[in-house]
């Protein structure tokens, strides 16, 4: 069964740090790509990092340099770091599962509930 549960949002000052995790259940978290999309109210849904099952990261050039994906097998969790902060990330960031392209759209087949981080300035 795919089950996917972030943790770790909040409210912050811009510039600050907030770290996201993803428990993932085994079966979805091996041999996928993992990730990380959000959407702000308005907006369309966005991919903000990925790493394949190879460990291999991808970033979107908003996050670039800020923004840290990494996951720890032995627990089968996901993490998205977030430094320097900008009032621009205010978002629902959801942890993804079997991330790729799907109609010609980054997106991903499984998705975890959501949790919401907001940058005030």
């Known amino acids: 069964q795919v089950q996917l549960v972030e943790s770790g949002g909040g409210s912050v000052q811009a510039g600050g740090s907030l770290r996201l995790s993803c428990a993932a259940s085994?079966?979805?978290?091996?041999?996928?790509?993992m990730g990380w999309f959000r959407q702000a109210p308005g907006k369309e849904r966005e991919g903000v990092a990925a790493?394949?099952?190879?460990?291999?990261?991808s970033y979107a050039d908003s996050v670039k340099g800020r923004f840290t994906i990494s996951k720890d097998n032995a627990k089968n969790t996901l993490y998205l770091q977030m430094n320097s902060l900008k009032p621009e990330d205010t978002a629902m960031y959801y942890c993804?599962?079997?991330?790729?392209?799907?109609?010609?759209?980054?997106?991903?087949?499984?998705w975890g509930q959501g949790t919401q981080v907001t940058v005030s300035s």
């Open positions: 085994a079966y979805t978290y091996s041999g996928y790509c």
């Open positions: 790493i394949d099952s190879d460990g291999s990261t």
């Open positions: 993804a599962a079997a991330c790729g392209w799907y109609g010609g759209s980054w997106s991903a087949n499984y």
